[in-house]
């Protein structure tokens, strides 16, 4: 009876104990009776919906802290004083249910010492007083006959008020509030001195006997640490950062096969890569790479310039889904290929375009997106890059470093050695023959172990076709079909099998076809009959074979702007000549500049002939700003009449050779222009 309790949160307390074992109790806030079995009760207390309250509340703050810490003290005292409070239950064991007098109690008490064992009385060296055992008995019955109410508390002595003055204790925490706890996170030698500043102006309108005390460094510690240290972290780093320091850790989303679930992500390696051709340093690539959750085997990748886009994602993604082939650098087999059931990505732009999706859905794979800015929601792919640094990279000269104090004196660009073409192969025999065959510590087994020893379990398949699989990664689209073909980015798709389709379906007729961005050389054209995918070249070839569509796209621009300026018409392959030449001499002439994105336009075309580098004796030609040259070369005309630019200013050809330079993060200086178009 009266027994107190809360149950969901709430404060009650028992009134009766009725027939059938059914229990009556309050509801202590609003008096509202409530009858529950006595077995759905005890149910509430196992799942931890009910929670048994003292019969006797605390009397004094230093009584209320000590029923807070009777839980955790166990854990935080010695053996000793564990054994001290047990030898002291004894005594209130032993003086249970006697009259609390004092000429009763002490012959009891000295009986009780005497009686002890040797151990004992190292322990209590000394026959306790009587009021040092009533005060024990109070306590172990106040905290619900717990031993821990036995305990020393030294923790709870002294005083618990505040000694400082009213007016100090205000400003210390308006201080506080201002200036330690804001973005331009201020130490507290800053804040001390702040404050007591503050106090010393405040005592010159004070007489002696009224001045407020100085603050010293350890009461503004103390008061700080007060402060929940996420609320600190959070005020002077952001809610996101203290989010990210004092996240809890989990296993979070488990695979239990095999592709089950992947994950990718892409990273800007740490070293230099160099041209082929010139030795140049062009940059550091891009690395997408898909990471199978369940054994760490990595199923794809993508190396190249390009920034994380949705061709890089197709890239890794086609790579991933497809068998490898075999490689004679390769000492043991990759073979991990096979649709992907759940694909874990970021927020980032590349992974919410209709592409991924219509690819995706295709095979019946699901795109599971990351909480925004949680990046540890993928932290399996996150280490294996943080892998790929440590273990790779540094074995690699040209490497950078995050910390320029980790760099020192090294110069990343003068000691580059590897081409990409070099890093993807170091990369691929790292990732087979190394990284898929050390124990990995969080599996406990090797990644290609435990993909050969789960892989059967797996129902896994391909698409129907290399056909389908490619047009799956594309962009699909409307076209008209005419004589000409298709025509799509200023470019002529024919052949006979769309021929064949125009004798069935009509001259000229709407039709689906798939683009691929990283090579304007072809398309796929669905066939209105079957569904079948027909891969249909580009009618100039030559031109557009092994063309990325960004390339084109600049070659369009390059020769517009040429045939507005001559008047005649300029090919799309003249221009893309030109370009190449201009880049090519622009990765001479600026060897202190970047040039990933200029490697960008050599890739996968024919080597082109660049002129020898100048001697370094040779002086470097001043950049000083002049008109453009009259001069002209066969192949590049510039026109030497002035142009008059309209209300709106048009951009010549040489301003859109600057202009497309700087786009490529290698900028042409106006005597480079002069020298080039001469």
């Known amino acids: 009876m009266g027994q107190r309790f809360e149950l969901d949160g709430q404060r009650h307390h028992i009134t009766r104990v009725l027939e059938d074992e059914r229990i009556e109790f309050e509801n202590a806030d609003n008096g509202r009776r409530q009858e529950l079995l006595l077995g759905e009760l005890l149910g509430h207390h196992k799942k931890g919906r009910l929670v048994f309250k003292s019969l006797a509340e605390p009397t004094s703050g230093a009584r209320a802290a000590m029923r807070v810490l009777n839980n955790a003290l166990l854990a935080a005292v010695t053996p000793a004083q564990q054994k001290l409070a047990a030898l002291r239950l004894h005594f209130v064991k032993r003086l249970e249910g006697v009259v609390t007098t004092r000429a009763v109690v002490e012959p009891l008490i000295e009986a009780i010492w005497t009686g002890l064992g040797a151990p004992e009385r190292e322990l209590m060296p000394s026959i306790?007083?009587?009021s040092s055992v009533s005060r024990w008995r109070r306590q172990y019955r106040e905290c619900d006959e717990s031993i821990n109410a036995l305990l020393d508390r030294v923790a709870l002595k002294g005083n618990r008020e505040s000694r400082l003055h009213p007016e100090v204790e205000d400003l210390v925490e308006r201080c506080i509030q201002e200036l330690y706890l804001a973005p331009e996170r201020r130490n507290m030698e800053t804040v001390l001195a702040a404050i007591n500043q503050h106090i010393d102006a405040a005592?010159?309108?004070?007489?002696?006997?009224?001045?407020?005390?100085?603050?010293?460094?350890?009461?503004?510690?103390?008061?700080?640490?007060?402060?929940?240290?996420?609320?600190?972290?959070?005020?002077?780093?952001?809610?996101?950062?203290?989010?990210?320091?004092?996240?809890?850790?989990?296993?979070?989303?488990?695979?239990?096969l095999p592709l089950e679930r992947a994950s990718i992500d892409h990273c800007r390696l740490d070293v230099f890569v160099v041209d082929e051709q010139t030795g140049l340093p062009l940059g550091r690539p891009w690395l997408t790479v898909i990471l199978d959750e369940c054994t760490r085997m990595v199923l794809g990748y993508s190396l190249s310039f390009d920034d994380p886009s949705a061709m890089t994602v197709m890239r890794a993604l086609r790579h991933a889904m497809l068998p490898k082939d075999e490689d004679p650098d390769l000492l043991n087999a990759w073979p991990a290929w096979g649709v992907i059931r759940t694909l874990v990505v970021d927020n980032g732009l590349e992974f919410h375009g209709f592409s991924l999706d219509h690819a995706t859905g295709r095979f019946g794979t699901t795109v599971q997106t990351c909480p925004r800015r949680q990046p540890w929601y993928k932290g399996k792919i996150e280490r294996y890059f943080r892998t790929v640094m440590s273990d790779l990279l540094s074995e690699i000269p040209g490497r950078t470093f995050s910390n320029v104090l980790e760099r020192g004196d090294y110069d990343s660009a003068k000691h580059a050695v590897i081409t990409l073409?070099?890093?993807?192969?170091?990369?691929?025999?790292?990732?087979?023959?190394?990284y898929h065959q050390r124990r990995h510590s969080a599996l406990g087994e090797k990644p290609a172990a435990k993909w050969a020893r789960l892989i059967g379990q797996v129902d896994r398949h391909l698409p129907d076709s290399a056909e389908s699989m490619e047009a799956s990664f594309g962009k699909p689209l409307k076209r008209t079909l005419g004589h000409q073909g298709v025509q799509n980015d200023s470019l002529l798709y024919n052949s006979d099998a769309l021929a064949a389709l125009r004798h069935r379906h009509g001259d000229r007729f709407v039709i689906s076809v798939i683009t691929n961005d990283e090579d304007v050389g072809y398309l796929y054209a669905v066939c209105p009959d079957t569904g079948e995918y027909l891969k249909v070249p580009a009618v100039d070839a030559a031109y557009a074979n092994g063309m990325t569509r960004w390339q084109h796209r600049k070659c369009r621009e390059y020769a517009n702007l040429l045939s507005e300026e001559s008047q005649d018409n300029v090919s799309l392959a003249d221009a893309k000549q030109r370009i190449r030449k201009l880049i090519a001499?622009?990765?001479?002439?600026?060897?202190?500049?970047?040039r990933s994105k200029l490697h960008r336009w050599l890739k996968g075309q024919d080597p082109l002939e660049v002129p020898a580098p100048a001697p370094a004796s040779a002086k470097k030609p001043t950049r000083k700003k002049s008109a453009p040259s009259s001069k002209s070369t066969p192949g590049l005309e510039v026109p030497t009449a002035p142009f008059s630019p309209p209300a709106q200013p048009a951009r010549t050809s040489t301003e859109f050779a600057d202009e497309l330079l700087l786009t490529l993060d290698a900028g042409i200086a106006n005597q480079f222009k002069k020298e080039a178009f001469a």
């Open 203 to 256: 005592n010159l309108q004070r007489i002696s006997s009224e001045h407020l005390p100085r603050v010293g460094y350890s009461c503004l510690r103390t008061r700080i640490r007060e402060i929940p240290a996420y609320d600190v972290w959070a005020a002077r780093y952001g809610k996101r950062s203290a989010d990210v320091k004092f996240r809890s850790s989990g296993l979070g989303e488990q695979a239990s």
């Open 421 to 434: 073409e070099s890093l993807n192969r170091v990369l691929k025999i790292w990732t087979v023959d190394f």
């Open 128 to 130: 306790p007083h009587a």
């Open 585 to 594: 001499q622009d990765m001479l002439l600026n060897p202190g500049k970047s």
